[in-house]
């Protein structure tokens, strides 16, 4: 169980970039979610995965994101033309099934958009 | 709709004192609650969680907890504070169909010597 991990832990890119970062879940756990975390607030709720089915989006999840799980193994969270707005820290976790309750979460990546 | 607020965004104690952080709580059902600790850049770190059962939950690090329904709180309490204990900390409330969960603000932990 080497947990949670995220990739780029950092990531700066000007305006109007598209951007991609990488989520690998806890092996074999089915459920992964992605969070939003900006300066001074608790995480938001954008998405999640059960296996490789995307089953609930946020209405914070502009069109501009989108997210994927393929083969319900790592995911992806792609942002296009970016603003500064979307500067955050974007979270992702993972929990074993429904009603474990327990999820883990991974370092972050932390987003800057100049 | 399910809530919480953490009521104070920074709390302050000296090393061996006590440590109280408020949670309250909003849920039309019965809430499966958490307290998670973030130390700087880095993820959240579950600390404890209520599901069902005794009411006096304790996690690690020597914090505990107690859902109250009553007074829709669940605050985070450790006896005596340690250095090591200064970081963030989220109250979270989980949503039962997914499992989603809903983030407090947070309360910065300051432990002075």
């Known amino acids: 169980d080497t947990g949670v991990s995220q990739n780029p832990r950092h990531k700066i890119t000007k305006r109007g970039q598209n951007v991609t970062f990488r989520c690998d879940p806890i092996s074999e756990h089915n459920r992964l979610y992605w969070y939003r975390q900006t300066l001074g607030q608790g995480p938001e709720f954008l998405t999640y995965f059960q296996n490789e089915a995307q089953l609930e989006k946020s209405r914070l999840l502009s069109d501009r994101f989108s997210a994927e799980r393929p083969k319900g193994s790592f995911s992806t969270l792609e942002i296009q033309r970016t603003e500064q707005g979307d500067s955050a820290m974007y979270l992702c976790?993972?929990?074993?099934?429904?009603?474990?309750?327990?999820?883990?979460f991974g370092p972050g990546t932390r987003l800057t958009v100049t | 709709a399910q809530s919480v607020t953490q009521l104070g965004s920074h709390v302050s104690v000296s090393e061996g004192a006590l440590v109280l952080l408020r949670c309250n709580y909003s849920s039309s059902v019965p809430p499966y609650l958490f307290w998670y600790v973030q130390y700087p850049n880095q993820g959240l770190q579950l600390l404890l969680k209520y599901t069902t059962g005794a009411t006096l939950v304790k996690g690690i690090n020597g914090f505990e907890a107690e859902f109250k329904k009553s007074e829709t709180s669940f605050h985070l309490t450790k006896p005596s504070a340690h250095m090591s204990d200064a970081a963030e900390y989220f109250c979270a409330v989980s949503d039962r169909d997914t499992d989603k969960l809903i983030f407090g603000t947070g309360t910065r932990l300051q432990v002075f010597p």
């Open positions: 976790a993972s929990s074993l099934e429904v009603g474990s309750y327990e999820q883990y």
